[in-house]
């Protein structure tokens, strides 16, 4: 069980560039987030899907698309990357039958910079 | 939308001294989980609250689910430093199916040996 792995782990682009950051689970977790990470702002969801092929926006969704085409995958899309849009990105999942904890597994985060 | 209010945003103790974080918010949630993220790392849940009033070990973490479910707090027990990290409180509504943590800003807690 890897648990919830993310790819790639760094990255740098320029203004403009498009890229894709691939979240995936073999928990067989039905729910799955995406957040950013920066300096004195705790994590921000970006977009979140309850499961394949349905997703939904978080609290700062602009500047980003999702997609859940398979239950174990939850890509996030940047189309034309901002330097604003440098942080570190974070990918979680849930079980939708584990009503005893409420754990979110988190994956070990994407690190991106847009020069 | 919700906010969660987290203090003290960093701490830099002594090994062996005891530890007090918070979180506050101006509405009521109906779970209160705290996590814990080292470097490099994603974050890790310590300790899950249910309850209003509820008070939850593990280990040498203690944390309460105030009575106003607006607040909660998470006490660390004789610092050590592998206690070093940043810690999060995160607040839950399960309305619905749709399941959304929010949470507060954190706080850093550094531990000198």
């Known amino acids: 069980n890897a648990g919830v792995t993310q790819t790639p782990k760094f990255r740098v682009l320029k203004t403009g560039q498009s890229m894709t950051l691939l979240c995936a689970q073999d928990?067989?977790?039905?729910?799955m987030y995406w957040y950013r990470q920066d300096p004195g702002m705790g994590l921000r969801l970006i977009h979140y899907?309850?499961?394949?092929?349905?997703?939904a926006k978080g609290e700062v969704p602009d500047g980003y698309n999702v997609s859940r085409l398979k239950k174990q995958n939850f890509l996030l899309g940047l189309e034309s990357a901002a330097p604003s849009q440098t942080s570190v990105y974070f990918c979680a999942s849930r079980s939708l039958r584990d009503r005893v904890t409420d754990t979110q597994y988190f994956g070990p985060g994407t690190r991106l910079t847009v020069l | 939308g919700q906010q969660l209010n987290q203090s003290p945003q960093s701490m830099f103790i002594q090994e062996g001294e005891d530890v007090s974080m918070n979180c506050t918010s101006s509405?009521?949630?109906?779970?209160w989980l705290w996590y814990k993220q080292e470097p490099g790392e994603g974050p890790v849940l310590l300790i899950a609250?249910?309850?209003?009033?509820e008070l939850t070990s593990n280990g040498r973490l203690t944390a309460q689910f105030g009575i106003t479910r607006k607040d909660s707090f998470l006490n660390i027990s004789a610092s050590i430093p592998s206690d070093v990290g940043i810690y999060f409180c995160a607040g839950l509504n399960s309305g619905g199916s749709n399941y959304k943590l929010t949470f507060g800003k954190g706080t850093l807690l550094t531990v000198n040996p």
């Open positions: 928990m067989n977790h039905e729910y």
């Open positions: 509405s009521i949630f109906n779970t």
């Open positions: 899907s309850v499961g394949e092929g349905t997703t």
């Open positions: 609250l249910y309850k209003a009033g």
